[in-house]
T-cell receptor, first 111, second 117 residues
Framework: AQSVTQLDSQVPVFEEAPVELRCNYS??????LFWYVQYPNQGLQLLLK??????LVKGINGFEAEFNKSQTSFHLRKPSVHISDTAEYFC?????????FGKGTLLTVNP | GAGVSQSPSNKVTEKGKDVELRCDPI?????LYWYRQSLGQGLEFLIY????????KSGLPSDRFSAERTGGSVSTLTIQRTQQEDSAVYLC???????????????FGAGSRLTVL
């Protein structure tokens, strides 16, 4: 069965601290991997994507993620977070048009 | 349009009533998707439209759910005889391409929050 697992449902951090949001996927769902962000009362926005090529991908707002095939992981990182990064983050994977989403990680950045 | 538009943004209905949710995708996007977001459950794929091809309805949870896409543009998701477990946020998305890597690069609407009393 296809699955995307986000290992933390909530991650609280202080402003300017580094953060890592963890995501593991089943090999059947890999090929294309994504991180989406959902700010309060808004729709999902694409943060970054891995389609092929370099395993380190950079996205908007200073986020980056690394595709690790051997560990079937696609963790999201930011070296220094801001209050405005408070949102829910979704990892997703798919091989064609049907994306499988994780259950989301709520990132809360505190002053 | 500039983005994916969904209406209504909020809908409260009584159990047993029918509801219609509308999605207006980005102009020129060939593919349209409906997902359901339930509290603590992530996003659940419902249905996919691509051009004139037969839609992939494999994610619709029951025969009370149906969707259509008219003229390759606007889509309507209909839920008949609503139940309390249908309460969720229904998200529509579109993509420029319907196949290959580009098919997964989705632009989402803000969603329609459905509450069934």
């Amino acid at each position: 069965a296809q699955s995307v697992t986000q290992l933390d449902s909530q991650v609280p951090v202080f402003e300017e601290a580094p953060v890592e949001l963890r995501c593991n996927y089943s090999s059947s769902v890999s090929v294309y991997l994504f991180w989406y962000v959902q700010y309060p009362n808004q729709g999902l926005q694409l943060l970054l994507k891995y389609l092929s090529g370099s395993t380190l991908v950079k996205g908007i707002n200073g986020f980056e993620a690394e595709f690790n095939k051997s560990q079937t992981s696609f963790h999201l990182r930011k070296p220094s977070v801001h209050i405005s990064d408070t949102a829910e983050y979704f990892c997703a994977g798919g091989s064609n048009y049907k994306l499988t989403f994780g259950k989301g990680t709520l990132l809360t950045v505190n002053p | 349009g500039a983005g994916v538009s969904q209406s209504p943004s909020n809908k409260v209905t009584e159990k047993g009533k029918d509801v219609e949710l509308r999605c207006d995708p980005i102009s020129g996007h060939t593919a349209l998707y409906w997902y359901r977001q339930s509290l603590g459950q992530g996003l659940e794929f419902l249905i996919y439209f691509q051009g004139n091809s037969a839609p992939d309805k494999s994610g619709l949870p029951s025969d009370r759910f149906s969707a259509e896409r008219t003229g390759g543009s606007v889509s309507t998701l209909t839920i008949q005889r609503t139940q309390q477990e249908d309460s969720a946020v229904y998200l529509c998305a579109s993509s420029l391409h319907g196949t290959g890597a580009g098919a997964n690069v989705l632009t989402f609407g803000a969603g329609s929050r459905l509450t069934v009393l």
